[in-house]
């Protein structure tokens, strides 16, 4: 997806669970002669697309491998418990960890949060990805605990969440190399920042030129007439009608 007037495109990658769509719309506002091409990637992968060339910025969960990336950390997920619809703790609005030190947790490969001690029971299979974690909850089987966009990501119509109150949680954060921090990218960082476009950290377009002032009209370039004396009427010659001064 090539913008054919420019030859230049922004390649932004994502992972699941993030949407872009709030910063896509600014920069199709901004910068409509740069198209943007979005690519979905898995979680552990995303990084691997910016340093293969395959795209120039992304939206990933952290931690990540910092070596030779530029990271700004942009916002924290809650993390909820998805359990089936008649489980004990959808009676509370949130729960903690000590709620759930009963249950299967499932631990899938793909999981984005970080854990120092992972709670519940250990499951009796670790899921390949989130996805099928979520088919073995439905199954009731255990429990899975994940950031909120995917829970909703992966909403079923026979599960529900709860948020967990003391659980880890993972941050989402937009990354790129910083040996290949172009313009463009340099345009997206101000825009996720909440840069105006006028900002002056930002690239604002090029002033326009100031307009040339208008050429003098000849009647403005005449120099004006010094004012008239007296009451404006013409002085008259001396001793001009003065009687018994005209010649025979």
């Given at each position: ?15 699941p ?125 255990g ?80 120099a ?25």
């Amino acid at each position: 997806m090539t913008d054919g007037e420019t030859g230049r495109t922004f390649r932004l990658a994502y992972v699941p669970g993030v949407t872009p769509a709030k910063w896509v719309n600014v920069w199709i506002e901004r910068t409509p002669g740069v198209p943007v091409a979005l690519v979905a990637a898995p979680t552990a992968e995303a990084v691997g697309l910016l340093r293969n060339g395959d795209a120039d910025a992304g939206l990933v969960r952290l931690p990540v491998d910092r070596d030779g990336l530029s990271v700004i950390p942009l916002y924290t997920e809650t993390t909820v418990a998805v359990v089936p619809k008649d489980h004990a703790v959808t009676a509370a609005d949130e729960v903690s960890l000590a709620d759930l030190a009963d249950d299967e947790v499932f631990h899938p490969l793909d999981d984005v949060i970080e854990w120092t001690a992972r709670p519940g029971l250990p499951a009796f299979t670790r899921p390949a990805t989130t996805a099928d974690a979520v088919e073995l909850v439905a199954a009731g089987t255990g429990i899975l605990l994940v950031p909120l966009s995917l829970a909703r990501l992966h909403h079923r119509r026979d599960l529900t969440y709860r948020p967990v109150t003391d659980a880890p949680q993972s941050q989402v954060a937009l990354a790129w190399l910083t040996d290949a921090t172009t313009d463009l990218v340099e345009d997206f960082i101000g825009i996720v920042r909440g840069r105006t476009v006028n900002s002056s950290r930002g690239r604002a377009p090029a002033a326009p030129a100031a307009p040339a002032s208008p050429a003098k009209k000849p009647e403005q370039r005449q120099a004006r007439k010094p004012p008239q004396t007296g009451s404006g009427r013409r002085a008259t010659q001396t001793g001009r009608g003065k009687k018994g001064n005209r010649p025979r």
